[in-house]
């Protein structure tokens, strides 16, 4: 890969390659993510090392709002000023009020934990504030971003192709592969997590990319193919793993345990015995993932019996 997109990294929590912002180069220099607002320092001095000084970032563009790509939005307007921001329509509202994004975390990771990792989240300011949709480019002088509607992580979750180097800005879409341990781990957290459109947007992901993937956690993969099939059997195993063990039991500790058990066989598979997964469930642990399927699992067998009871047969 040439040196027109650069890794920033926004050192969540103090700790190494665990969440990644990057710098496309250009006339018209732009960040995609931000990491969490604790990572304000990190980011502001990754970007002050590759000459990027406060006047001269021009765009800030998110994968999705969750807390570790987009909670620095507000910090790091203020930090730039002239830095117009991009995110999907849907994500937009809650840059501009963070207070039911901020609330739905604390649910998910629990208040402590989720102080520690976001911290204070500033609004953004709504005149900065760009939406797009599925197929929008975002013009960034010489080059530019394409829009691909991902939703499946989030309802709300865009990719994004750099019209420049051909690779594509993922997000959480894939999962989570850390380089220096190299499992891929899915990301199915609540409340909006769903099986099937994860597997579509992954498809297309998989159809558009022309050279590589850029993780948000973490890192560049040549290897589309064989990432975008990995990505899509764990998410159906785990998926169906969870589906039928709500069949006899609700309760989210024994199911993520029983995730637990699944994901140690893979990353044994994937990286041998020994190896330290401790970023991996800072980020995405298996009982928010649990928690995501159970919801997801749920939402389903409503809506299926809804359709059945509705539908004149
Ligand atoms: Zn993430």
Known sequence: MDHSVVPIDTKMVGRDMVTSAYLLRGDEPALVET????????????????????????????????????????????????AIIWVHERGAPHLIDPARLVASTARTYGEEIARRYFGDV?????????????GDVIALGTRS???????????HHVALID???????????????LPDVKVLRPATPPPE????VAVASIERIRERARSVLFLSHYGEVPEVDAMC????????GWADDVGSALRSSEDLDEIARLLEKRGTAETLEDAGSGTDMERYDMLSSYRVNAAGLIRYWRKRWEREAQEANGSPS
């Open 163 to 177: 019209s420049e180097t051909g690779g594509v800005f993922v997000g959480d879409a894939i999962g989570v592969h």
């Open 35 to 82: 990491g969490p607002s604790t990572s304000g320092g990190a980011v502001t001095d990754g970007l002050a090392k590759l000459g990027i000084g406060p006047a001269d970032l021009a765009h800030v563009v998110v994968t999705h709002i969750h807390l570790d790509h987009a909670g620095g939005v507000g910090i790091l307007a203020g930090r730039y000023p002239s």
């Open 229 to 236: 099939d990995l990505a899509i059997v764990r998410i159906r």
């Open 122 to 134: 500033e609004p953004a300011p709504p005149d900065r504030i760009r939406s797009v949709e599925d």
């Open 145 to 155: 971003l394409e829009v691909l509607y991902t939703p499946g992580h989030a309802s």
């Open 193 to 196: 997590f769903d099986v099937e």
